[in-house]
């Protein structure tokens, strides 16, 4: 079974970092690209970030860049998102998902981040 | 940018109505735009992508058409499980976005 299961969410401090996990079986991980999206409490959904199947490229939304740092770890099967200078705005459920020629399919069950003092 | 603009943001529809979600996009996007399902504490999951393709597993009562810059998700007989939001995502250029959701709820 294709499966995405995301770790490391959790409560910090303005100011403060974490680092997500996601972590991929059932397919082989390191032909697909990965992304990271996001839904605050209550509103919609947020593209984050891509990696290349390789990490050779990234990409990421403006409103993270400098912050985040996404990574890969094909031997592990392991996708990270790695948030430093978090904000209340970064107060989220963060979803991992798998990107084959743009199709998001599947995503992970979510890890939920609260930046709180 | 690319603005994806989705309406209705919300509509009330009974079992067995047909129902139509539009998606524009704030410059021609080919048919690089997928629509997702997103159940209330539950991962989004995918309908539809290239506008008007599915895979297995998607009922057919769900359908995509349109391309460039006008987009629609057609439901044609709701059913019970089809109550959910419903969200837009261009993947034309980066970064990618999402339409603003349309949250379908019974009448």
């Known amino acids: 079974e294709v499966q995405l299961v995301e770790s490391g969410g959790g409560i910090v401090q303005p100011g403060g970092s974490l680092r997500l996990s996601c972590a991929a079986s059932?397919?082989?991980?390191?032909?697909?690209?990965m992304h990271w999206v996001r839904q605050a409490p209550g509103e919609g959904l947020v593209w984050v970030s891509r990696i290349h199947s390789d990490g050779s490229s990234t990409k990421y939304a403006d409103s993270v860049k400098g912050r985040f740092t996404i990574s890969r770890d094909n031997a592990k099967n392991t996708l990270y998102l790695q948030m430093s200078s978090l904000r209340a705005e970064d107060t989220a459920v963060y979803y991992c998902?798998?990107?084959?020629?743009?199709?998001?399919?599947?995503w992970g069950q979510g890890t939920l981040v609260i930046v709180s003092s | 940018d690319i603005q994806m603009t989705q309406s209705p943001s919300s509509l009330s529809a009974s079992v067995g109505d047909r129902v139509t979600i539009t998606c524009r996009a704030s410059q021609g996007i080919r048919n690089d735009l997928g629509w997702y399902q997103q159940k209330p504490g539950k991962a989004p999951k995918r309908l539809i992508y290239?506008?008007?393709s599915f895979q297995s597993g998607v009922p057919s009562r769900f359908s995509g058409s349109g391309s460039g810059t006008d987009f629609t998700l057609t439901i044609s007989s709701l059913q019970p499980e089809d109550f959910a939001t419903y969200y837009c995502l261009q993947y034309d250029s980066y970064p990618w976005t999402f339409g603003q959701g349309t949250k379908v709820e019974i009448k």
């Open positions: 998902a798998r990107d084959y020629r743009g199709e998001l399919d599947p």
């Open positions: 059932g397919f082989t991980f390191s032909s697909y690209w």
């Open positions: 290239a506008a008007s």
